[in-house]
């Protein structure tokens, strides 16, 4: 398979007013209205990098990889049914509301929901931060990253995304701490980006641990972290990660899942494939805030927020 970014994740939302404000105020996103009551929010020349869809519960529903060619497209569907996988294939309303051309669903072994597309729609609108947010990091590096749970079935998970999908290991990475078990991450690539999906041995209600976003600048980083500070959503302080050199800090979203806020300006300082053990993934910072961060975690078997 040659899946090349992620191109945009879909999210469910009891409160679509909610993830406006937080999109748009917070994230420095721009909201756009989409059809079916569905909220967009745009970051670059895509219709949409986030699908907020009305829904009855809060949380991440899917995400979802881009091929460069329909032929690369249509030989990703091929290589998972024939790897056993069941594939579901959009209807001409989910080409229209995810603004693709053709698309298809799967689970991962873990049960994570993922969406296949080629041939995203280039939007005329250009995009205008509300928040002044100068440049978020797209293009061929796709949105972003996400780190999605695995609980049990880390292992399975891990060689599907290597041996089926193809996605190239980046690091590995085993969170140890007096008071939890230990907890094996992959981190894994798709493009140039230091790791567009992670996979940790956790379980996540939300539907996944966090979303990241890497902005062009320091100082984009510096207001969006007072913006997140004025509107109480703060969940870890600035800090900077070991694996991929980034300057950030998190927000808990609107769906109960965090979201990564960064800025890098270096390649990473660890190489390809090298293993990593510790309790924080941080050189410094990164401190929980308050009462945002889990407590008493059996990290294989209850909700964790994994960082980096």
């Known amino acids: 398979m040659n899946l090349i970014e992620l191109g945009y994740v879909v999210v469910d939302a009891t409160n679509i007013e909610a993830w406006r404000r937080f999109g748009a105020d917070v994230l420095g996103l721009m909201p756009v209205d989409g059809p079916d009551g569905v909220l967009y929010l745009k970051m670059d020349e895509r219709p949409a990098r986030f699908v ?27 290589e998972l049914i024939a790897a056993g996988m069941k594939v579901t294939d959009a209807t001409s309303d989910d080409l229209r509301v995810r603004q693709v051309q053709r698309m298809f669903r799967f689970l991962d072994p873990a049960g994570n929901r993922h969406e296949v597309f080629c041939g995203p729609v280039v939007d005329p609108i250009r995009f205008v931060s509300p928040a002044g947010v100068r440049r978020f990091v797209s293009g061929e590096l796709g949105m972003g990253h996400v780190v999605l749970p695995t609980g049990s079935a880390f292992e399975e998970t891990v060689r599907f995304f290597t041996s089926v999908v193809g996605l190239g290991p980046a690091n590995s990475r085993e969170f140890r701490s007096p008071d939890r078990d230990p907890v094996r991450v992959q981190f894994l690539q798709c493009n140039d980006r230091q790791h567009s999906l992670a996979l940790g041995e956790v379980v996540a209600p939300s539907g996944c641990s966090h979303i990241a976003l890497e902005v062009g600048s320091l100082d984009d980083v510096g207001d969006a972290l007072d913006r997140a500070v004025r509107h109480g959503v703060l969940a870890r302080q ?21 979201l990564e806020y960064g800025f890098s300006d270096g390649e990473p300082t660890w190489p390809r494939n090298s293993y990593f053990v510790d309790a924080v993934g941080s050189y410094w910072g990164h401190a929980w805030v308050g009462d945002s961060r889990p407590v008493g975690i059996p990290a294989r078997s209850a909700d964790a927020v994994i960082t980096s």
């Not at 907020?52 to 091929?78: I, K, L, Q, S, Y």
């Not at 600035?238 to 965090?258: C, E, R, W």
């Open 238 to 258: 600035l800090g900077k990660h070991i694996n991929d050199a980034m300057v950030s800090f998190y927000v808990t979203t609107p769906g109960g899942f965090q």
């Open 52 to 78: 907020v869809r009305p829904a009855d519960t809060d949380g991440f529903a899917a995400a979802a990889w881009g091929t460069r060619t329909e032929e690369d497209f249509t030989h990703a569907r091929d």
